[in-house]
């Protein structure tokens, strides 16, 4: 069974920070690219941010540049999301998933997490 799990969030107010995480059981992590993607209410999954197997290349989306940081460890089979500078409109539930930007939204496809809710009040 694959299972994919992230923990970390929680209710912050503007300024502060959030460290997520995820971690995987039955399946490896290490050749996967990785992708955190968010929901915000009333809006459909926007990707936030990816990172290589190897962990050699990161990329974000324009909205959390400068204030968000993906890592990973391979070796414990878990993938991270630093956050920084949180404001509100970062308000909605993070999923991490298996798959680069180019991947696509589609749930059905991949490996999700059941997401953690991250709210940043105003």
């Known amino acids: 069974e694959v299972q994919l799990v992230e923990s970390g969030g929680g209710l912050v107010q503007p300024g502060d920070s959030l460290r997520l995480s995820c971690a995987a059981s039955g399946v490896t992590l290490n050749y996967r690219d990785m992708s955190w993607v968010r929901q915000a209410p009333g809006k459909g999954l926007e990707w936030v941010s990816g990172?290589?197997?190897?962990?050699?290349?990161?990329s974000y989306a324009d909205s959390v540049k400068g204030r968000f940081t993906i890592s990973r460890n391979n070796s414990k089979n878990m993938v991270y999301l630093q956050m920084n500078s949180l404001k509100p409109e970062d308000t909605a539930v993070y999923y991490c998933?298996?798959?680069?930007?180019?991947?696509?939204?589609?749930?059905?496809?991949?490996?999700w997490g059941q997401g953690t809710q991250v709210t940043v009040s105003s």
């Open positions: 998933r298996t798959g680069s930007r180019y991947t696509g939204n589609d749930r059905k496809t991949g490996f």
């Open positions: 990172i290589s197997g190897g962990g050699g290349g990161t």
